[in-house]
């Protein structure tokens, strides 16, 4: 698509700030008003569309999905926001383990628990580990006190934090990649891809695994930003 304006500006509006083209404020994907929380988010969302040269580059877009799917989806129905996200701590990545014999188990504890043991002591909570394939569901006692935690976040934390726990097959990370302690959350997507660099560090390297990998990375570190701005106050 050709770019179709010259000027982008942010303006304060009613329930928040907008990036407006040529003095239009941008729509979602559903036709919505996209009204942003903070200006410093709405700044950041103006900077991608300023960058755009003669050609629209969806590619450069970090934050316009996210935003869109907030309103569109998160804001329309959150309890099917909360429920969706509940499901990944089904299945988290974090509680599943090898077998207790494999020196895999070793590194996944050690890596793993602290993360979990944190987590745990912040919500008052307790996750199931599980070694081996075999599912085992979480104590309905953590299901609940995770719901109610994340009941209490906001539409656009919810949005940013569903695409985190989608690429980390983990709520455990992405609640975690919120947390005040945790100095640099993309440690958190390293810790997250654990099995993938231990099969790395056996078996070799594969160009397109790492590719991808580091694609999804970009992305976590995207969806992270955008909560971050999404929260700023200034």
């Known amino acids: 698509m050709k770019r179709f304006y010259k000027d982008v500006t942010v303006a304060e509006v009613k329930g928040g700030w907008q990036v407006q083209l040529d003095g239009r404020g941008i729509k979602t994907q559903g036709g919505q008003q996209q009204v942003l929380p903070t200006r410093i988010l709405a700044s ?5 569309w300023s960058k755009q040269g003669d050609e629209i580059d969806p590619g450069k877009f970090l934050f ?3 935003a869109d799917f907030t309103i569109d989806v998160v804001a329309a129905d959150r ?4 429920t969706k996200l509940l499901a990944f701590a ?4 974090l509680c599943y383990r090898a077998d207790p014999d494999e020196a895999l188990n070793a590194r996944q504890r050690e890596v793993w628990d602290p993360l979990l043991d944190h987590l745990e002591g912040r919500l008052g909570v307790r996750f199931q580990r599980v070694s081996g394939v075999m599912h085992r569901p979480q ?7 995770l719901r109610e935690h994340l009941a209490t976040l906001d539409d656009f934390t919810l949005a940013g934090m569903t695409s985190m726990a989608s ?9 975690l990649a919120n947390d005040d302690a945790i100095n640099d959350p993309m440690l958190l ?3 997250a891809n654990l099995e993938e660099e231990w099969q790395a560090e056996q078996w070799g390297r594969e160009e397109e695994a790492e590719a991808t990998r580091a694609r999804k990375g970009e992305e976590f570190s995207a969806a992270q930003v955008f ?5 700023a106050r200034s």
């Open 44 to 48: 950041a969302m103006s900077s991608e």
């Open 64 to 66: 316009r999905d996210h």
């Open 79 to 82: 309890e099917a926001a909360i």
């Open 90 to 93: 089904e299945t988290d990545t």
């Open 139 to 145: 104590p309905k006692e953590t299901l609940d006190r």
């Open 167 to 175: 690429l980390a097959a983990s709520l455990a990370v992405a609640l």
């Open 189 to 191: 997507w390293r810790d």
């Open 227 to 231: 909560v971050t701005l999404a929260q």
